[in-house]
């Protein structure tokens, strides 16, 4: 079997089930989808129906399955619009010859083959078919006008064939869709963000006491390392500005490394002008008001430290009157279990540092989050509010990449 890496957590893909033998290894190909994390619909045709049934595709994607073209999912809303504009890649697996046929001349006499018109996402066929019928003229002239449309095709291969011959036809294994699947969606996910810059934030300050001893805290910097590289991965122009940490520097990203706020603040200013900022970094709230140019000895006395506030970064970026990002997005780091309590404290925290987006965590010390690899993040907007589940924070990042994406998709962002 091939080396498959787990990178289709979040992605939205539907599959068309439409009728042939090979609809079987439809179900297979669920699955495979499934642990990679990938969220499925299925639209299963009248013709595929006759192969495998509708139960046991909604068993496997855990969800129902969508026929019927008429259907509303929302007041006013039809359904193959809705499927069409919601996902991020489109399959069909097996992809018959009439239904090429179907895609090739722009038919639409049923919900899949309606919502293949409706649709601004990529579409992969892998097609399954008689030898005889997938080399006829009329099938290779409709794959090539497809193929013009921009449709990727998982091309057939020789083997036996469910009529009993040996020959061209033959539907792709499962594995070998999904690699198809993943390599489509990695050269789609490369084009997301060229041109866009970005600034992002990341891991502690340290807040020197002496030429020893410093204030800090447990930040380890992982998750707005793992940001940085999920937007590097999109084709952004990423500068990360980042404390000390003992993070790898992601591929492609320029870093300015800093120890302090001060220092902080100073290389996030000088980054800009950026379409996007997103400050990750666990800044220090205080510094002492005069650092000592000696190491402090014990005098077995109480030591007192004078403390002054450190310049908030998210609020400076947020509230500037020029070279001010048309996205500025928090982290609110909170000792609070209460998840609503918690998402109350991060809006009131939003609105006072005046940035568009917020992700609120709890950082308490049974959450493991500092210094961990995992993180639970509520994602709040102006106008949108989600709680995310317990993910890796590589998952976390890709999902907030994906949101900026879309966010910029959406809003036709100005360059920087």
């Known amino acids: 079997m091939p080396n498959l890496e787990e990178n289709l957590s979040g992605q939205r893909i539907l599959l068309i089930i439409t009728g042939g033998i090979s609809a079987y290894k439809s179900l297979e190909l669920i699955r495979l989808l499934k642990e990679q994390g990938a969220n499925i619909s299925c639209v299963l045709t009248d013709s595929g129906s006759k192969f495998i049934t509708q139960l046991s595709v909604e068993t496997l994607i855990g969800k129902p399955v969508n026929n019927n073209l008429f259907s509303l999912t929302k007041k006013n809303e039809i359904n193959h619009i809705d499927l069409a504009r919601n996902v991020d890649l489109v399959v069909i697996a097996p992809a018959t010859?009439?239904?090429?046929?179907?895609?090739?001349?722009?038919?639409?006499?049923?919900?899949?083959?309606?919502?293949?018109?409706?649709?601004?996402?990529?579409?992969?066929?892998?097609?399954?078919?008689?030898?005889?019928?997938?080399?006829?003229?009329?099938?290779?002239?409709?794959?090539?006008?497809?193929?013009?449309?921009?449709?990727?095709?998982?091309?057939?291969?020789?083997?036996?064939?469910a009529c009993g011959e040996n020959g061209i036809g033959r539907m792709l294994d499962p594995e070998e869709i999904l690699l198809t699947i993943q390599k489509t969606l990695q050269e789609d996910k490369e084009q997301q963000l060229t041109g866009v810059k970005v600034l992002v934030t990341s891991g502690p300050t340290h807040e020197a006491l002496d030429p020893v001893r410093y204030l800090g805290n447990l930040s380890s910097g992982k998750q707005g390392y793992a940001v940085a590289a999920a937007l590097a991965e999109r084709g952004a122009k990423v500068e990360l500005v980042s404390g000390p940490t003992q993070e790898q520097t992601p591929f492609g990203v320029k870093i300015h490394r800093v120890q302090n706020a001060r220092e902080m603040l100073a290389a996030a200013e000088a980054s800009l002008p950026v379409d996007v900022a997103i400050c990750t970094a666990a800044v220090a709230d205080w510094r002492v008001k005069r650092e000592s140019v000696n190491k402090i000895k014990k005098s077995g006395q109480v030591q007192t430290l004078e403390l002054i506030e450190n310049p908030d970064i998210l609020a400076s970026l947020s509230q500037r009157s020029t070279l001010r990002p048309s996205l500025v997005i928090g982290f609110s780091a909170e000792t609070q279990s209460n998840s609503q309590k918690l998402i109350k404290l991060a809006n009131q925290k939003r609105s006072l540092k005046g940035c568009d987006w917020m992700l609120a965590n709890d950082i308490s010390s049974h959450t493991g989050v500092l210094g961990g690899e995992?993180?639970?993040?509520?994602?709040?907007?102006?106008?949108?509010?989600?709680?995310?589940?317990?993910?890796?924070?590589?998952?976390?990042?890709?999902?907030?990449?994906?949101?900026?994406?879309?966010?910029?998709?959406?809003?036709?962002?100005?360059?920087?």
């Open 374 to 416: 995992m993180n639970t993040v509520h994602f709040i907007t102006d106008n949108n509010q989600e709680s995310w589940p317990k993910s890796a924070k590589t998952k976390i990042a890709t999902r907030l990449a994906e949101k900026i994406a879309d966010h910029i998709s959406s809003s036709a962002l100005p360059p920087a």
């Open 97 to 161: 010859a009439d239904f090429i046929a179907k895609m090739a001349h722009g038919l639409a006499d049923d919900l899949a083959s309606t919502l293949v018109l409706a649709t601004n996402s990529q579409i992969l066929l892998a097609p399954a078919m008689n030898t005889q019928m997938w080399n006829h003229p009329a099938t290779q002239r409709n794959i090539k006008i497809i193929k013009q449309d921009g449709i990727n095709i998982a091309n057939p291969t020789k083997g036996d064939l």
